[in-house]
Protein backbone atom coordinates (compact mmCIF):
# COMPACT_ATOMS: atom_id res chain seq x y z
CA UNK A 1 0.00 0.00 0.00
CA UNK A 2 1.32 3.46 -0.61
CA UNK A 3 1.85 6.04 1.74
CA UNK A 4 -1.50 8.05 0.43
CA UNK A 5 -3.49 4.99 1.46
CA UNK A 6 -2.01 4.76 4.46
CA UNK A 7 -2.84 7.68 5.64
CA UNK A 8 -6.21 8.07 4.18
CA UNK A 9 -7.00 5.15 6.10
CA UNK A 10 -5.98 6.76 9.55
CA UNK A 11 -7.66 10.07 8.57
CA UNK A 12 -11.15 7.85 8.17
CA UNK A 13 -10.55 6.32 11.31
CA UNK A 14 -9.62 9.58 13.38
CA UNK A 15 -12.83 10.97 11.63
CA UNK A 16 -14.97 7.68 12.80
CA UNK A 17 -13.79 7.63 15.78
CA UNK A 18 -14.24 11.48 16.59
CA UNK A 19 -18.27 11.25 15.05
CA UNK A 20 -18.80 8.24 17.87
CA UNK A 21 -17.40 10.25 20.21
CA UNK A 22 -19.64 13.04 19.49
CA UNK A 23 -22.51 10.63 19.14
CA UNK A 24 -21.94 8.96 22.54
CA UNK A 25 -21.58 12.45 24.30
CA UNK A 26 -24.97 13.50 22.41
CA UNK A 27 -26.67 10.37 23.94
CA UNK A 28 -25.09 11.10 27.65
CA UNK A 29 -26.62 14.41 27.12
CA UNK A 30 -30.03 13.13 26.11
CA UNK A 31 -30.12 10.70 28.79
CA UNK A 32 -29.55 13.66 31.42
CA UNK A 33 -32.26 15.59 29.58
CA UNK A 34 -35.01 12.60 30.08
CA UNK A 35 -33.93 12.41 33.63
CA UNK A 36 -34.70 15.81 34.70
CA UNK A 37 -37.80 16.07 32.59
CA UNK A 38 -38.70 12.72 34.37
CA UNK A 39 -38.16 14.97 37.64
CA UNK A 40 -39.82 17.70 36.53
CA UNK A 41 -42.84 15.48 35.31
CA UNK A 42 -43.17 13.89 39.02
CA UNK A 43 -42.76 17.62 40.36
CA UNK A 44 -45.80 18.55 38.51
CA UNK A 45 -48.09 15.91 39.28
CA UNK A 46 -47.04 15.85 42.85
CA UNK A 47 -48.04 19.72 42.95
CA UNK A 48 -51.69 19.01 40.71
CA UNK A 49 -52.17 16.22 43.19
CA UNK A 50 -51.68 18.19 46.00
CA UNK A 51 -53.66 21.63 44.98
CA UNK A 52 -56.86 19.48 43.86
CA UNK A 53 -58.87 20.02 46.90
CA UNK A 54 -58.47 23.69 46.26
CA UNK A 55 -60.90 24.06 43.37
CA UNK A 56 -64.42 22.98 45.37
CA UNK A 57 -62.97 25.77 47.72
CA UNK A 58 -62.64 28.43 45.18
CA UNK A 59 -65.94 28.10 43.73
CA UNK A 60 -67.20 28.47 47.58
CA UNK A 61 -65.39 31.46 47.83
CA UNK A 62 -66.48 32.68 44.72
CA UNK A 63 -70.22 32.26 45.54
CA UNK A 64 -69.35 34.03 48.59
CA UNK A 65 -67.86 37.11 47.08
CA UNK A 66 -70.69 36.85 44.99
CA UNK A 67 -72.88 37.76 47.51
CA UNK A 68 -70.68 40.57 49.22
CA UNK A 69 -70.88 42.67 45.67
CA UNK A 70 -74.35 42.44 45.61
CA UNK A 71 -74.50 43.57 49.34
CA UNK A 72 -71.68 46.08 48.47
CA UNK A 73 -73.80 47.43 45.75
CA UNK A 74 -76.66 47.89 47.54
CA UNK A 75 -74.93 49.47 50.52
CA UNK A 76 -73.33 52.03 47.73
CA UNK A 77 -76.83 52.72 45.76
CA UNK A 78 -78.18 53.47 49.20
CA UNK A 79 -75.40 55.87 49.95
CA UNK A 80 -75.80 57.59 46.67
CA UNK A 81 -79.83 57.72 47.44
CA UNK A 82 -79.25 59.31 50.86
CA UNK A 83 -76.12 61.76 49.51
CA UNK A 84 -78.61 63.22 47.17
CA UNK A 85 -81.37 63.16 49.32
CA UNK A 86 -79.15 65.44 51.71
CA UNK A 87 -77.81 67.78 49.09
CA UNK A 88 -81.43 68.57 47.85
CA UNK A 89 -82.26 68.97 50.92
CA UNK A 90 -79.84 71.78 51.88
CA UNK A 91 -80.42 74.03 48.70
CA UNK A 92 -82.05 77.27 49.31
Aim: proline fraction near 3%; charged fraction near 15%; hydrophobic fraction near 55%.
Amino acid sequence: MSLVAIVSLVLVGVLVAALAFYLIWVVVILRRAVDTLGKVTFGVRAIAHRSEPIGPLVADINANLGAVADALEGLTADRESTTSAVSSDRRP
